[in-house]
């Protein structure tokens, strides 16, 4: 057999499992509630939900992005491993507090928790829709990055037999089919196996990838040989920026619409307690492999720039599956386990911004089963026009994550501090997100991504912090409500 | 009179709030700003000797972050979070 037929025989059984996934969480259904649909009603014990925060943080950026950040960084992106497991460290500033009150109150989006802290009148309800919107268009930002993962590593699994834009097209309309059909418990159940599939995929290459080279040593002389930069010991702007990501990604992820919804979904606060506890240990066994993976590239691969470099990962697979039939195998069982990962994301972000948008933006109630139409129809129009933008290719994948999470991370004071600080009101909340997200804009607009090393976004969320505390402290409580009990 | 099983909860607090305090000490020390920048590293265990630093301190985060974790409590019911200081 061809790599071409290998590769399209392994997806096109690996998409009518999806499928065969789907009916199945159809008929699990217990009703047509929004809770339901995107929640699973609810019912996620340990292994699944761990599985499915595992695939659902670890997407195509994390498979491609973060390869091809390595090849170009250098040792430095060691710091990735850090910042991954800085997202589980965050969430002891959330998940004690908001599990209880999201349980009590029957919270299905990111938004609910809005409404329920800043109140109904005042500002409350511009910084519900303020903060959806902005999450919104995060979560738009990472569906287009998972659409172009998925046309690269499409094309990459069938030897070029599916093109980019195909790959692209016909993948978005598979997600948006198992989505729309099992909600949540589809999602979680693909996950799941997704997870799996990633974990022994990555484990196997970078076994190969290192006996190849001679070992790890042997691996670290080579690349010092041909980029010494890349070994040295980073200067004073790449620590700030190491520190500097480990904040935006740790903090920005506490406000993760998915990962908050996954806190609203698990069966206990007992289960979702040990889902974290295993969850800390998968930048470890993940994103420390994929990083090796790419600087194991870097001797290997000459003259990859820009975009460019996020095609490391599909070229190493391409070399490992050319050394004889067994590895062919498992190379393919590499790339779909890849395209798993970015699936298991791209549906989950859909399931969000269905959701955030019916309730949080078009004010849908939470209990009304006409919500979870409308979620659906809106996740088919949002899946189209991100399918559109991602046949164009111009953004590094790394560049798609800092963007989404600049952006993301103007949502902190909202959450983390609402969460602690019984004085936070609507109004100064609002003018710091407004403030923030407009200084994150401009940053990407005016092309400075980093100040001193630092992202603008960080900067603009301390910009943020302060208008928000600083205002909460003034006595302008005529203007507005008092924040609503718990 | 103290609540029964209120102590064993505000040791378990105790603990886990200088686990995380460590957590962020081990976060400090992973990146190289302490170091001589551009200066050709030694390799330890098979990597720049920076960069085993940054590993061992992030397997360490994992460990004490896990052990940070089981040590939380996660109420399914309103008001069992004691932590004080809530909306």
Redesign the interface.
């Known amino acids: 057999l061809s790599a071409a037929w290998l590769g399209g025989i392994g997806l096109g059984v690996y998409l009518a499992l999806l499928v065969v996934v789907a009916e199945v969480a159809r008929r699990a259904r217990r009703d047509a509630t929004p809770a339901d649909h995107f929640l699973a009603g609810r019912g996620l014990g340990v292994f699944v939900l761990f599985l499915t925060l595992y695939a659902t943080a670890y997407s195509g950026n994390s498979l491609l992005g973060y390869p091809g950040e390595a090849y170009r960084r250098g040792?430095s992106w060691?710091?990735a491993?850090?910042f991954m497991?800085?997202i589980?460290?965050a969430f002891?500033a959330v998940?004690?507090?908001l599990?209880?009150?999201a349980?009590?109150q029957g919270f299905v989006t990111p938004g609910d928790w809005i409404r329920h802290?800043f109140g109904e009148r005042g500002a409350g309800p511009t910084l519900r829709v303020a903060a959806a919107v902005l999450m919104s268009v995060a979560l738009a930002n990472f569906l287009l990055a998972q659409l172009m993962a998925m046309g690269h590593v499409a094309s990459q699994v069938t030897a070029g037999a599916v093109p980019y834009e195909a790959g692209v097209v016909g993948l978005a309309a598979v997600v948006l089919f198992y989505e729309t059909l099992g909600g949540m418990r589809a999602v979680a159940w693909t996950d799941a196996a997704q997870g799996v599939l990633m974990l022994f995929g990555l484990g196997t290459l970078l076994v190969w990838l290192l006996g190849e080279a001679g070992?790890?040593?042997e691996?670290?002389?080579q690349i010092?040989a041909v980029a010494?930069a890349a070994?040295?010991?980073?200067?004073?702007r790449e620590?700030a920026n190491?520190?500097s990501t480990?904040l935006l990604l740790g903090l920005a992820s506490v406000v993760y619409p998915q990962a908050i919804q996954r806190i609203y979904a698990a069966r206990?606060?007992?289960a979702?307690?040990?889902a974290?506890?295993?969850m800390?240990?998968m930048?470890?066994t993940t994103t420390?492999v994929v990083t090796l993976i790419g600087l194991a590239a870097i001797p290997r691969l000459s003259g990859l720039e820009g975009v460019e470099a996020d095609t490391v990962m599909p070229r190493v697979l391409q070399d490992w599956a050319a050394a004889g039939p067994g590895t062919a195998l498992l190379a393919m069982l590499v790339l779909l386990g890849a395209l798993a990962a970015i699936m298991s994301t791209a549906d989950s972000v859909l399931l969000s911004l269905g959701s955030i948008l019916a309730e949080d933006v078009l004010g849908r109630g939470r209990r009304d089963p006409s919500t979870t139409r409308l979620g659906k129809r809106i996740a088919a129009g949002v899946m189209a026009l991100a399918v559109v933008l991602a046949l164009g290719r111009e953004l590094t994948l790394w560049r798609l994550i800092e963007l989404k999470m600049e952006l993301l991370i103007q949502c902190v004071p909202a959450f983390f501090v609402?969460?602690?600080?019984?004085r936070?009101r609507a109004g100064p909340t609002l003018a710091g997100l407004a403030v923030g997200a407009a200084v994150a804009v401009a940053g990407v607009l005016l092309d400075r991504p980093r100040l001193g090393g630092v992202h603008v976004g960080v900067w603009s969320l301390g910009l943020n912090l302060a208008i928000a505390v600083a205002g909460s402290r003034l006595p302008l409580r005529s203007l507005e409500s008092a924040?609503?009990?718990? | 009179m103290r609540e029964p099983g209120a102590e064993p909860t505000r040791t378990r607090r105790r603990v886990r709030g200088a686990l995380?305090v460590a957590?962020g000490a081990l976060?400090a020390i992973?990146?190289?700003?302490y170091?001589?920048?551009?200066?050709?590293?030694d390799?330890w265990?098979?990597?720049?000797e920076?960069?085993t630093v940054?590993?061992v301190?992030?397997?360490a985060?994992?460990v004490l972050?896990?052990?940070?974790?089981?040590l939380?409590?996660?109420?399914?019911?309103?008001?069992?979070?004691r932590?004080g200081?809530?909306?």
């Not at chain 1, 070994?231 to 004073?236: I, K, L, Q, S, Y």
């Not at chain 1, 924040?483 to 718990?486: F, H, Q, S, V």
């Open positions: 040792f060691i710091m491993t850090g497991m800085s589980v460290v002891h998940v004690p507090r599990r209880p009150i349980v009590a802290r070992g790890l040593t691996t670290t002389r010092s010494p070994v040295a010991v980073p200067d004073a620590c190491w520190a480990i206990s606060g007992r979702l307690k040990r974290l506890a295993l800390t240990f930048p470890l420390l609402g969460l602690h600080w019984s936070l924040p609503a009990a718990p | 995380l957590i976060y992973s990146i190289p700003w170091r001589e920048t551009g200066a050709a590293p390799t265990l098979g990597l720049p920076w960069v940054a590993v301190c992030y397997a985060v994992a972050n896990s052990l940070a974790w089981l939380a409590e996660v109420s399914d019911a309103p008001g069992d979070d932590g200081g809530g909306p």
